[in-house]
């Protein structure tokens, strides 16, 4: 049986053209998400989200351009010196390793934004959120350590490469438990609100929103990621190197993700993160004879609005959402304990 092969050349080039092109799509997102965040301003602006975006974009860029000087170095300037091959399977160069510590960094970012999800969909239960922010720190500290021997007198190549096997071990389990958490906290909310307020939806959208709440994508990309990695050759001058395919594209992945649920919790187009830490409630309905609106006026029932508190990207845009059946009618969300109140979520 004949070994797969892709040639490590072929994968830094592709690799860099799927960037590139990854890259101008994160950054028409990027732009449209700050200026709806810039927009909602003075609703308040979740600064540890807003910031985080930012950081991912800078670090998603700086990866581009070096990936970009690393195959002008590989296929033009030092095509008479060294061959490319050889070039972009020696990972100890600066230019490289320089690469390699931004994409650690945009790895950490990404799945602590997703952890910053887990928290708040939960109540921001700390309890909850502690577990999967050790395994980000380990997570960021052994992707480090294994970058980092290449600084070191003497390299362990064996120690290198079972650094780099838990780094990718330990964000594909974070990625895969968190997508699991946060796609039963959304499907529980959402199936129970949509059966107390008889509202349809279609389950291709459902579907659709679950994944890209979840983060589903990125955890998808992860699992391909490590298992490419798993049978990378160790010298990457033969065998399958289709893993640096996966590898140049992660960092765009990874922000381009949490960029666009905030772009879609502030456009309206799902729900922000703490209408999913929202107790489960029943909704009583009662006939009311007359209704009074905020304005003043009065008319044949009484309508309550709720103010949506949207954690990412906004710490509190004012999303009217009417809870009732019709105009006739005055819906109170009893919470859990057992008090009367209006739903906040």
Same mark, same amino acid.
């Given at each position: ?6 040639p ?9 053209w ?16 700050i200026y ?7 609703e308040g ?6 910031v ?8 998603a ?10 195959l002008?170095q590989g296929?033009v300037l030092?095509r008479?010196i060294?061959d490319?091959?050889?070039y972009?399977a020696n990972?100890?160069?600066r ?6 510590y ?7 970012l ?12 939960y ?5 909850i ?8 720190l ?6 480090y350590?294994?970058?980092? +021997?290449?600084?070191?007198?003497t ?6 490469d079972q650094?780099?096997s838990?780094m990718?071990?330990?964000?594909l389990?974070?990625n895969?438990i ?6 039963a ?8 609100s949509?059966?107390?307020l ?5 389950n291709y ?14 955890a998808a990309a992860k699992l391909?990621?490590f298992?490419?990695f798993?049978l990378?050759?160790d ?9 640096d395919?996966?590898?140049e594209c992660?960092? +765009?992945?990874t ?11 502030n456009?309206?187009f799902t +729900? ?11 909704t009583l309905?009662?006939?009311?004879p ?8 009065t ?5 309550l609005?709720t103010?949506a508190?949207?954690?990412s990207?906004?710490?509190s845009?004012k ?12 819906t109170?969300e ?6 009367l ?5």
């Amino acid at each position: 049986m004949a070994v797969a092969t892709f040639p490590i050349d072929e994968a830094y080039l592709i690799g860099g053209w799927l960037e590139s092109f990854m890259w101008g799509v994160y950054t028409i997102m990027f732009a449209m998400t700050i200026y709806t965040i810039y927009q909602k301003r003075r609703e308040g602006v979740n600064k540890f989200t807003t910031v985080t975006l930012v950081l991912l974009y800078v670090l998603a860029t700086g990866h581009m351009s070096l990936a970009l000087a690393r195959l002008v170095q590989g296929f033009v300037l030092f095509r008479n010196i060294i061959d490319p091959v050889e070039y972009f399977a020696n990972i100890s160069l600066r230019l490289n390793m320089a690469k390699d510590y931004l994409y650690i960094t945009n790895l950490f970012l990404g799945d602590l934004i997703i952890v910053w999800r887990l928290y708040v969909v939960y109540g921001k239960n700390l309890y909850i959120a502690a577990f999967p922010t050790l395994m980000c720190l380990a997570e960021l500290a052994v992707g480090y350590a294994s970058i980092s +021997q290449w600084l070191a007198p003497t390299q362990n190549f064996v120690v290198m490469d079972q650094l780099g096997s838990t780094m990718f071990s330990l964000s594909l389990a974070a990625n895969i438990i968190l997508t699991f958490v946060i796609v039963a906290r959304i499907w529980y909310v959402t199936h129970r609100s949509r059966k107390v307020l008889g509202v349809p939806g279609g389950n291709y959208t459902r579907v659709l929103l679950l994944l890209i709440e979840s983060g589903a994508l990125v955890a998808a990309a992860k699992l391909t990621e490590f298992v490419l990695f798993e049978l990378a050759p160790d010298d990457g001058i033969s065998g399958l190197n289709a893993i640096d395919v996966v590898y140049e594209c992660m960092p +765009q992945i990874t922000g381009l993700a949490p960029t666009c649920i905030i772009y879609a919790v502030n456009k309206g187009f799902t +729900q922000p993160d703490s209408y999913y830490s929202s107790s489960p409630k029943d909704t009583l309905v009662f006939n009311s004879p007359t209704n009074t609106h905020p304005s003043g006026r009065t008319g044949t029932g009484t309508t309550l609005f709720t103010n949506a508190f949207a954690s990412s990207g906004l710490d509190s845009s004012k999303q009217g959402s009417r809870c009732g059946g019709n105009e006739s009618d005055t819906t109170i969300e009893k919470l859990g304990g057992g008090a009367l109140s209006t739903s906040v979520v």
